[in-house]
C-alpha cells in the first residue's frame, strides 16, 4: 500500500507551481496593448528648452516653463509633445537643447563667464548659424542685439541675432526699477480669454532695464555703421547654414510691445508715469525670425502667459524641421 500523501505537503506545492499560461485570446489582447503603449511613447515628440544657468533669473524660467507645459498638456496644443526642461552651463548641454532662453541678470557678467567656460562661441553658433528658437530677458535681450551702447571699457561680448541697437540700463539705477501693465495683443493666439490681455493686462517688472532704441536693417555681415559709433559694441558676424537658417536671416525686426504712457516710470517720482518722463512708445519686446527679446521679467511675476505663447511657437518650429 503506498503512503497517504500529507495534505499540508500538497498545499505547499501547489502554491509553488508555476501559474498556468493565460488563454491565446489574453496573450494577444496583453501583446496588443504593449504595442499600442510603444507606439504611443514612440509617436511623442521631446523638445528640450534650455535656460543658460550661468548667472541670474534661471531657476524663475524653468518654474514658469514648467507652468506652462502644464496648461499646454491640458489642450489640444500638445500635440504629443514630452517637454524637457534643462539648465545650461556647458556646451555639451547646450548642443541638446531644441530651444534656449537667456534670462534676467547682469549681461556683463553673464558675457564675461560664458566666455571663460567657453560657451559663448556655442551660443552664437546657436542663435545665429543654427537659428534655433532663443528668448532673451532683460539682459538677455541686451546679449541678442547687434548693437548695444557700452557701458564698460572691456569685458561686454555681444551675441546677436536681433537687428537692433540696445540702450542699457535705460530706466536708471536697481532703486528706479517699476512695473507696468502691458496690452500684448499677439499673446491673444495663444490661449482663450485669459490670454487677452486688453482685459486681463501682463503686469510686467522692469530692473535696470534695457530698451530698443532702434531698428537695424538686416546685414549680412556686422552692422559697419553702428560699428563707427562710439561707446558702442556690435555682436560677430557668423554666417547660417541650412536652407531654413539661411531664409531667417532677411526677415525684419517685428516691433511686439511698446511702454504706455499710464505705466509709472519711477518709484521715487510719486505720480509721475512714462508720459511725464518722455518714455512712452519705448520699445520693449521685439522678434526677428527665431530671435524673442523682451525688456522686462516675465519670469518674475508668476504669469506664465508669454512662456504658453513662445513654447507654442518653439513647437512649431521644432516640429516642422
Given at each position: ?140 535681450l541686451i546679449l541678442l542685439a547687434e548693437s548695444a551702447n557700452r557701458t564698460k571699457q572691456t569685458g561686454q561680448e555681444l551675441i546677436g541675432g536681433l537687428d537692433v541697437r ?70 560677430p558676424s557668423k554666417a547660417p547654414e541650412g536652407e531654413k537658417a539661411k531664409a531667417a536671416t532677411g526677415v525684419k525686426v517685428e516691433i511686439m510691445a511698446k511702454l504706455p ?61
Open positions: 500500500m503506498q503512503p497517504q500523501a500529507n495534505s499540508r505537503c500538497m498545499t505547499r506545492a501547489a502554491d509553488d507551481a508555476p501559474p498556468p499560461p493565460p488563454p491565446p485570446s489574453a496573450q494577444t489582447e496583453s501583446r496588443s496593448s504593449c504595442e499600442t503603449l510603444n507606439n504611443f511613447r514612440n509617436d511623442m515628440t521631446t523638445i528640450t528648452i534650455g535656460v543658460l544657468a550661468l548667472q541670474g533669473a534661471f531657476s524663475e524660467h524653468i518654474q514658469c516653463l514648467r507652468q506652462a507645459a502644464s496648461f499646454l498638456s491640458s489642450t489640444n496644443a500638445q500635440q504629443q509633445i514630452a517637454w524637457n526642461f534643462i539648465e545650461v552651463r556647458t556646451p555639451e548641454q547646450l548642443s541638446s537643447c531644441d530651444a534656449l532662453i537667456l534670462p534676467g541678470g547682469e549681461s556683463t557678467t553673464i558675457s564675461l563667464v560664458a566666455a571663460r567656460s567657453g560657451i559663448l562661441e556655442p551660443l552664437r553658433e546657436f542663435v545665429k548659424v543654427q537659428r534655433k528658437p532663443v528668448w532673451g530677458t532683460c539682459a538677455g540696445v540702450n542699457r540700463n535705460h530706466f536708471g539705477r536697481q532703486v528706479e526699477s517699476f512695473e507696468a501693465a502691458l496690452d500684448l495683443p499677439f499673446l491673444a493666439s495663444a490661449g482663450g480669454e485669459e490670454f487677452e490681455t486688453s482685459k486681463k493686462p501682463f503686469r510686467s517688472v522692469f530692473i535696470r532695464a534695457p530698451v530698443v532704441e532702434k531698428l537695424l536693417e538686416p546685414q549680412p555681415g556686422i552692422q559697419e555703421l553702428q560699428a563707427k559709433l562710439e561707446d558702442t559694441v556690435i555682436a504712457g499710464r505705466a509709472k516710470a519711477l518709484q521715487e517720482r510719486e505720480g509721475e508715469n512714462a508720459r511725464d518722463l518722455g518714455e512712452e512708445g519705448d520699445i520693449v519686446a521685439v522678434r526677428q525670425g527665431n530671435v524673442f527679446g523682451t525688456s522686462f521679467h516675465p519670469e518674475l511675476t508668476g504669469d506664465a502667459r508669454i512662456h504658453v505663447w513662445w513654447m507654442q511657437q518653439v513647437m512649431e518650429a521644432t516640429v516642422e524641421k
